[in-house]
């Protein structure tokens, strides 16, 4: 019998899913154009750079056909500013990046098939996707990085900052509030689900006892009135 899976996304997944996300590569040899799903992909001709699934970056980068370029939040310095932007603001994330402008009528795009990890990606904002992106780069090419020491340190840093930022968040909730999840990122969201929704979980099983409390002790109330009053009503009589 197969044990219930808990709801959401697990990690596993969610790493699959980053998979999509678009990076920039450096080809080392020429290679033709590719049938994918979401389209074919541009011919790679070395120097020049190419935009690329993640999970076909990796392929060549283990083949040495390609190196990744790894996005400019990557980069000790932006993920240092954003580290302090974070120590700053302890009630808000760092904003996402923007979307980019959809022409009307047309289907609006979201993570993963958004260009926020490529190299023309904004240095100030992490994307959704940021957390398990880098911890693929770190592991599958740390010699395409700038100090990739420094910067698993800092993601290190980033990543308890935030999730001990959400948790504060938890701890002022009522049975009827929410968390404000604005620039939180997918995996995230994923490891802090369980936490999240035990804690509101709990909250409303608390206020739902005190409303209950509450009802009873109005009937109470109302009960000895209305015995009060039929006492009252008969001495009258006599």
């Not at 980053?18 to 001709?45: A, F, I, N, Y």
């Not at 992490?126 to 398990?132: A, D, G, N, S």
Request: hydrophobic letters at 40%; proline letters at 11%.
């Amino acid at each position: 019998m197969a044990l219930p899976l808990p709801p959401g996304l697990t990690p596993s997944e969610i790493t699959f899913l980053c998979e999509m996300e678009m990076v920039t590569v450096v080809p080392r040899q020429r290679l033709e154009g590719l049938e994918l799903l979401g389209g074919r992909t541009k011919p790679l001709h070395p120097p020049h750079r190419a935009s690329l699934p993640l999970w076909l970056a990796l392929l060549l980068k283990r083949q040495r056909r390609a190196n990744i370029l790894p996005p400019p939040w990557f980069h000790p310095i932006a993920l240092t500013s954003i580290l302090d932007l974070e120590r700053s603001k302890t009630d808000q994330f760092s904003p996402p990046p923007s979307l980019p402008a959809s022409a009307p009528g047309a289907t609006a795009t979201s993570p993963p098939f958004l260009p926020s990890s490529t190299a023309d990606a904004p240095e100030g904002a992490l994307p959704y996707h940021w957390l398990e992106l880098g911890e693929i780069l770190l592991d599958a090419a740390p010699d395409d990085m700038v100090d990739p020491d420094t910067v698993r340190r800092l993601m290190r840093d980033l990543r308890e900052v935030r999730m001990a930022k959400m948790r504060a968040g938890v701890v002022v909730l009522d049975g009827s509030g929410m968390v404000g999840l604005k620039g939180v990122g997918a995996l995230e969201v994923g490891e802090g689900r369980g936490f999240i929704s035990g804690v509101v979980d709990g909250l409303r099983k608390i206020g739902a006892s005190r409303e209950q409390a509450l009802r009873e002790r109005e009937a109470e109330e109302r009960e000895g009135g209305y015995e009060d009053g039929a006492e009252n009503g008969d001495e009258m009589d006599l």
